[in-house]
């Protein structure tokens, strides 16, 4: 089935490492994405991977994926409070459509 | 500015009443979509369309009709509006399917 799993919520400080993970069940998915929704406001597309990569890597961006676990995670180094929002991931199983993960809300405390 | 926009930003109004919302992508992108949030955040996709033709309709009550004049517009109506309906609408628009841009979003607050 189409389920897209992650935490609630994360709390870090200021200058520290977030960690956001996901864990999704269509392992036909051809790419994965991370979308950041700031409050009232629609959703950025930050990064996406292809499923036969494991690592890909933006500036303060990591993204990490275990295709035997189906597992991605979003790594943001350095975290600043302009990046508390609600972070999405989702997969893409083969179709145009994007299947969104429940998003995990940031909150990054000085 | 090159982006997705839509219109209105904000739609109230009453059970039983019929209202449109209108998206256009200056992207020169080939697919258009409609997302809907609820108060959870749950994002779902409701619709989607290649150059003016439905793709994907996700099982969505008829009373919401897509309406794509051009490739540049994807417009939703939504006919007898309930309480349930109550909920963000966002269009997106994709040039090959792969990468998607979201517009900021209709929030529809049915009273």
């Known amino acids: 089935g189409e389920d897209v799993e992650q935490s609630l919520f994360l709390s870090v400080r200021e200058g520290d490492s977030s960690v956001i993970n996901c864990t999704y069940t269509?392992?036909?998915?051809?790419?994965l994405y991370w979308y950041k929704q700031e409050p009232g406001a629609g959703l950025q597309l930050l990064t996406y991977i292809f499923s036969n990569m494991d690592m890909k890597q933006d500036q303060r961006l990591t993204v990490l994926l275990n295709k035997k676990d189906k597992h991605l995670s979003l790594r943001i180094a350095d975290t600043q409070t302009g990046d508390s929002a609600i972070y999405f991931c989702a997969e893409a199983p083969g179709t145009d459509k994007l299947i969104f993960g429940t998003g995990t809300r940031l909150q990054v405390f000085p | 500015d090159t982006a997705v926009s839509q219109t209105p930003k904000y739609l109230v109004t009453q059970m039983g009443n019929d209202k449109s919302i209108k998206c256009e992508q200056n992207l020169g992108h080939d697919t258009m979509y409609w997302y809907k949030q609820d108060s959870k955040k749950f994002l779902k996709i409701m619709f989607s369309?290649?150059?003016?033709?439905?793709?994907i309709n996700e099982t969505v009550p008829n009373r919401f009709s897509p309406k794509s004049p051009d490739k540049a517009h994807l417009n939703l109506h939504i006919n007898s509006l309930e309480l349930g309906d109550s909920a963000v609408y966002f269009c997106a628009s994709s040039p090959q399917g792969v990468e998607q841009y979201f517009g900021p979003g209709t929030r529809l607050t049915v009273t």
């Open positions: 269509d392992s036909s998915s051809t790419y």
């Open positions: 369309y290649n150059n003016k033709e439905l793709i």
